[in-house]
């Protein structure tokens, strides 16, 4: 979800590489607008995405969204074979598509209207040039040049880097094992302490990350953390939680990913989010943060919904052996 402002068939599809975190090929994206909260929420579906209308249509309805923009990227006949039974269900829903267009080439064809206001050779178009493009690089929208690459972005470095890496996992492993009981508290503290710093432009050590990925096993430190996230998230957060994701100890990844994964979410970087999750069940498939956070972006729940349910600092559930649970 995001505050960015479409108006047009052209504003959509500048949106639609910063609302997805990159741009798309052989896909259906499908915008809800008109919603109860006043954003939009953006959908991709594979294409030929068979058997997805209905999913989709619930999603947009069950958040409140009145309208839907349909944008599909790919040839002629498939493009058309997927929007047909997207734009029924919608409207079935009721979330009528304002707009279908099919995008290629630089250019934009629409699947609505057969009269000479759409020209048979496309409308070009530049999303250089769109203030909606301007706008979302404002705002700390990055848009790369395919899903490949969004997925590379959370992907641990080769070479010297990742050697580096394990010899401070080892090095933190062999001092967290002979430290002396300490309170989950001063481990709360580290990691307040670092991204506070991160937010200044300073990146952590090899060492702080290795010894980040340590204290996030504690389930009360990291759930400390997670409620701590700011709701519009800045760009320096999510670049300090994507810089420990991919630097982190593989075996320490679930937690900083899902940690990821839900600051991306809170800012509608669902791209980022879906990514971030996928590392985070790749290392761990029952890691429960990682498992809850991928149900609420399954079901499109808004990032303001979801905080809504969630506990503050003082409000956590902390149990007998200290740990605390985020409440929903």
Same mark, same amino acid.
């Given at each position: 979800?995001?505050?960015?402002?479409?108006?047009?068939?052209?504003? *959509?599809?500048?949106?639609?590489?910063?609302? +997805?975190?990159?741009?798309?090929?052989?896909?259906?994206? =499908?915008?809800?607008?008109?919603?109860?909260?006043?954003?939009? !929420?953006?959908?991709?579906?594979?294409?030929?995405?068979?058997?997805?209308?209905?999913?989709? *249509?619930?999603?947009? #309805?069950?958040?409140?969204?009145?309208?839907?923009?349909?944008?599909?990227?790919? %040839?002629?006949?498939? =493009? *058309?074979?997927?929007?047909?039974?997207?734009?029924?269900?919608?409207?079935?829903?009721? =979330?009528? /598509?304002?707009?279908?267009?099919?995008?290629?080439?630089?250019?934009?064809?629409?699947?609505? !209207?057969?009269?000479? !206001? !759409? %020209?048979? $050779?496309?409308?070009?178009?530049?999303?250089?040039?769109?203030?909606?493009?301007?706008?979302?690089?404002?705002?700390?929208?990055?848009?790369?040049?395919?899903?490949?690459?969004?997925? #590379?972005?959370?992907?641990?470095?080769?070479? %010297? *880097?990742?050697?580096?890496?394990?010899?401070?996992?080892?090095?933190?492993?062999?001092?967290?094992?002979?430290?002396?009981?300490?309170?989950? $508290?001063?481990?709360?503290?580290? /990691?307040?302490?670092?991204?506070?710093?991160?937010?200044?432009?300073?990146?952590?050590?090899?060492? $702080?990350?290795?010894?980040?990925?340590?204290?996030?096993?504690?389930?009360? =430190?990291?759930?400390?953390?997670?409620?701590?996230?700011?709701?519009?998230?800045?760009?320096?957060?999510?670049?300090?939680?994507?810089?420990?994701?991919?630097?982190?100890?593989? #075996?320490?990844?679930?937690?900083?990913?899902?940690?990821?994964?839900?600051?991306?979410?809170?800012?509608?970087?669902?791209?980022?989010?879906? /990514?971030? +999750?996928?590392?985070?069940?790749?290392? &761990?498939?029952?890691?429960?943060? #990682?498992?809850?956070?991928? $149900?609420?972006?399954?079901?499109?729940?808004? %990032?303001?919904?979801?905080?809504?349910?969630?506990?503050?600092?003082?409000?956590? &559930?902390?149990?007998?052996?200290?740990?605390?649970?985020?409440?929903?």
């Amino acid at each position: 979800m995001t505050s960015l402002v479409i108006r047009s068939a052209q504003d *959509a599809i500048a949106a639609v590489p910063y609302l +997805l975190g990159f741009h798309p090929s052989r896909s259906l994206v =499908v915008i809800g607008f008109e919603g109860r909260s006043g954003g939009t !929420c953006a959908i991709r579906l594979d294409l030929p995405a068979p058997g997805a209308a209905e999913r989709v *249509a619930a999603v947009l #309805a069950g958040n409140g969204f009145a309208r839907s923009l349909l944008l599909g990227y790919g %040839p002629p006949g498939e =493009v *058309a074979e997927a929007a047909r039974p997207m734009r029924a269900a919608l409207a079935a829903a009721g =979330v009528p /598509v304002a707009e279908a267009i099919r995008v290629a080439d630089g250019r934009w064809w629409s699947l609505t !209207c057969d009269d000479v !206001c !759409c %020209p048979p $050779e496309g409308t070009p178009y530049d999303i250089s040039a769109s203030a909606v493009a301007a706008e979302a690089t404002f705002g700390g929208h990055v848009a790369l040049a395919d899903r490949a690459e969004l997925i #590379a972005s959370v992907r641990p470095p080769e070479g %010297p *880097a990742r050697t580096a890496m394990r010899r401070a996992a080892e090095r933190a492993e062999r001092r967290y094992l002979a430290r002396p009981i300490s309170s989950a $508290e001063d481990d709360l503290a580290f /990691v307040l302490a670092l991204t506070a710093r991160a937010r200044t432009g300073s990146r952590p050590t090899d060492d $702080e990350v290795a010894w980040l990925g340590l204290v996030l096993t504690d389930p009360r =430190v990291r759930d400390e953390t997670w409620i701590r996230l700011e709701e519009d998230a800045s760009a320096a957060d999510i670049a300090f939680w994507r810089d420990i994701v991919r630097r982190v100890d593989p #075996a320490r990844v679930p937690a900083p990913a899902s940690l990821l994964a839900f600051a991306a979410y809170s800012v509608g970087d669902g791209g980022l989010a879906n /990514v971030a +999750l996928q590392r985070a069940l790749d290392a &761990d498939p029952a890691y429960s943060m #990682a498992v809850i956070l991928r $149900e609420v972006v399954n079901a499109g729940i808004a %990032p303001a919904k979801l905080r809504t349910g969630m506990a503050r600092p003082q409000n956590l &559930d902390r149990s007998a052996n200290g740990g605390a649970r985020a409440a929903w």
